[in-house]
């Protein structure tokens, strides 16, 4: 039996409110914190329109009134965490206001509620280090949207227990989700961390005027993506993807810096879906992409050699295996194939040569071909995995 049974969710609004209502559905009691009324209101909102959606199509298991009742609102975070055998933190990419936070959860929390953060990128270890309670804070890594996307991280700090990364896991699958286990802390773990380098590939593509945002996304829709990039990018958020840049920039190095545009667009409050503008007008619901405007101009294999090269380095560095980053790009952004599984239908060494020009043009180190690329080992690495 599992010992969780109360979550707080720190944060309601795209993330927040999905993990609150996952878990409300999954038989948890929640208290889901918010510094305004009127974000609870929004995320509240969020949470039954998704519902109803659900119990429309026979989705539920109960009906939508029994499973909101299982959440309350609160505006206090002592409230929140005071009985609470897990908090999950889902609050803006800000690392001092993340700190901030758990500094005061680990003052009002039970000694053996377990802390877990929902960042993007974030290091857990150093975000642990805001407790006096390292061994229990993790990582717990949901995507967008929370009901719908059917992977979670489980991201061990360097201090993390084992015992409560087996416990995170157990409560992931009683969500109904498939858990990952991401064992070393590295800047964005490793579905976010392998699409690290396309989002500085598409800014770029943008900023040299290769294409514009709707050619980009008519062509990967025509190649079966569900959602455009740059679409996708509105989706999770500007600002989002803003803060996870600026994180990247300081921890990964400066080719992640945002460009200024980017900037210019939070500012100007051009957030994507949550404020109706981004790179599309979301006013109206999801934008129309036309995909007759699908452009040549845009080398669909240019975005996958990008991921192949981010993923094999994350081998490399030992942070997980060919199988998990395959699950995670599968489960995390419903792609139909993982970046391994294209790339054994692929020449390394042709790969390779491909992300050389693409540093070149683009003048970005993090193009450069990973060492077993360039070396042509790729087999080799798979046989190390017992990769078929
Ligand atoms: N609640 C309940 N149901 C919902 C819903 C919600 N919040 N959102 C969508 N749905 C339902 C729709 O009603 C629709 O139901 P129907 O098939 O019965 O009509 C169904 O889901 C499909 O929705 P749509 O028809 O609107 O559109 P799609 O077929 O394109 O599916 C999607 C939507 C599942 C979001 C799909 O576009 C997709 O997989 N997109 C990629 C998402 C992704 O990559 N997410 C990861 C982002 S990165 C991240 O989160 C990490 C973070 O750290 C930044």
């Known amino acids: 039996m599992s010992r969780i049974k109360k979550i707080a969710v720190l944060g309601a609004g795209l993330m927040g409110h999905g993990i609150a209502e996952v878990s409300a559905m999954a038989g948890y009691e929640v208290k ?15 949470i039954k329109d998704s519902l109803q959606k659900m119990g429309a199509k026979g989705k539920l298991k109960e009906p939508v009134d029994k499973i909101l009742s299982r959440i309350t609102p609160v ?32 003052k009002y929390a039970k000694p053996d509620c377990i802390l877990a953060s929902n960042t ?8 642990s280090k805001a407790t006096n309670r390292q061994d229990k804070f993790a990582g717990l890594h949901f995507f967008n949207p929370v009901i719908l996307m059917r992977l979670v991280e489980v991201i061990r700090g360097q201090n ?9 896991v157990e409560f992931v699958k009683s969500l109904g989700k498939v858990p990952v286990r991401v064992e070393k802390d590295v800047p964005g773990f490793i579905a976010n961390r392998i699409a690290a380098p396309t989002s500085v590939l598409l800014l770029g593509i943008y900023e040299k005027g290769v294409a514009t945002p709707e050619e980009v996304d008519a062509k990967m829709k025509s190649m079966g993506q569900p959602m455009g990039p740059f679409e996708l990018m509105d989706y999770v958020g500007i600002d989002t993807q803003y803060h996870i840049l600026k994180y990247y920039e300081k921890t990964i190095g400066p080719d992640y810096k945002p460009p200024e545009f980017l900037e210019k667009m939070v500012k100007e409050n051009k957030l994507g879906a949550k404020s109706g503008k981004g790179w599309y007008d979301w006013s109206a619901g999801r934008p129309q992409i036309d995909l007759s405007k699908a452009s040549e101009k845009v080398n669909p294999m240019d975005f996958m050699f990008v991921e192949i090269n981010e993923a094999v380095k994350l081998v490399e560095m030992g942070v997980a295996t060919p199988q998990d980053v395959d699950t995670a790009l599968k ?9 391994f599984e294209l790339a054994r239908n692929l020449k390394d060494v042709e790969i390779a040569a491909r992300l050389e020009e693409l540093s070149k043009f683009y003048g970005k180190e993090i193009f450069k071909p990973a060492k077993t690329l360039k070396e042509g080992k790729l087999a080799k690495m798979f046989e190390k995995f017992g990769y078929t």
């Open 32 to 46: 889901m914190r918010d510094i305004k009324q009127e974000f609870l209101d929004k995320g509240m909102n969020m």
């Open 75 to 106: 505006l206090s975070l002592e409230e929140a965490v005071k009985d609470a055998d897990l908090v999950i933190e889902a609050i803006p990419e800000i690392f001092d206001l993340k700190v901030q936070t758990f500094k005061e959860c680990d």
């Open 120 to 127: 993007s990128t974030m290091s857990i270890t150093e975000l």
């Open 160 to 168: 993390t227990s084992e015992e409560v990364m087996k416990i995170l």
């Open 331 to 339: 489960l995390g952004y419903n792609r139909p194939f993982g970046p």
